[in-house]
């Protein structure tokens, strides 16, 4: 139990059964090299999609005023293994999964696949041992950020969904810098690059700085894996 203390305070839960905590963070590598088998958290995984997408599901039919395919597009982008992945970050769910040397020597606790499966693991081990409430309790957080990012994208506002998400890594940089100015006076356009410690992410043009900025974060976005909204 003590092992878990600090991993618990950041979900916000405490465990009735810590041994459901346990297997959530077993990878299969892990329980595979143990001379005596023990359960990985592969069943936990198919559960905790379907938990998952239920509470999503309620959650965007109380909150949000779409119709059928708005609300499908938004809960798969809350749910996708992207999002997932982040919100595994915040929690630095990687440092406590269990893992086979295999997995730990090539990278294991920071893949986005073994952290998303491990998240909806978790999810899993709180509707066991806390019930749909406890479940749609931990969640709620990680969704309604998750929304607004949506959200932000959605109306546009490209350069403020990029900054969050880069904010999320602390030591990352984010810059913009202005490439070319081309065209009279009166009708100018001006090109922009979107820089992540020196690396060019995006590229936009448009009639203002600001309108090229916006292009190039939003060409930032797609290349991470965010739908353009």
Excluded: W
Excluded at 196 to 208: A, K, P, V
């Amino acid at each position: 139990m003590s092992e878990y203390r600090d991993l618990m305070k950041k979900m916000g839960y405490t465990f009735h059964n810590p041994s459901l905590l346990s297997r959530a963070l077993t990878h299969s590598s892990y329980a595979n090299e143990r001379k005596n088998p023990i359960p990985s958290n592969q069943r936990l995984e198919f559960l905790g999609d379907s938990v998952l997408g239920v509470i999503t599901a309620i959650y965007l039919f109380n909150r949000e005023n779409g119709d059928e395919g708005e609300l499908t597009r938004l809960r798969a982008a809350l749910v996708c293994e992207k999002a997932l992945y982040n919100y595994a970050q915040k929690l630095d769910l990687g440092s406590h999964i269990m893992l086979g040397r295999g997995e730990q020597r090539t990278g294991g606790a920071e893949r986005p696949s073994i952290l998303a499966d491990t998240f909806e693991a978790l999810v899993a081990a709180i509707f066991l041992d806390g019930g749909m409430d406890g479940a749609r309790d931990f969640l709620l957080p990680f969704l309604e950020h998750e929304l607004k990012k949506q959200r932000k994208i959605r109306f546009n506002d490209y350069k403020t969904a990029l900054q969050e998400i880069v904010q999320q890594n602390p030591e990352e940089k984010l810059d913009y810098v202005l490439t070319g100015e081309d065209g009279p006076d009166h009708d100018k356009m001006f090109t922009v690059e979107v820089h992540l410690n020196s690396n060019i992410i995006g590229r936009g043009r448009g009639r203002s700085k600001k309108q090229a900025e916006q292009q190039a974060a939003r060409e930032a976005l797609k290349l991470m894996g965010y739908d353009d909204m």
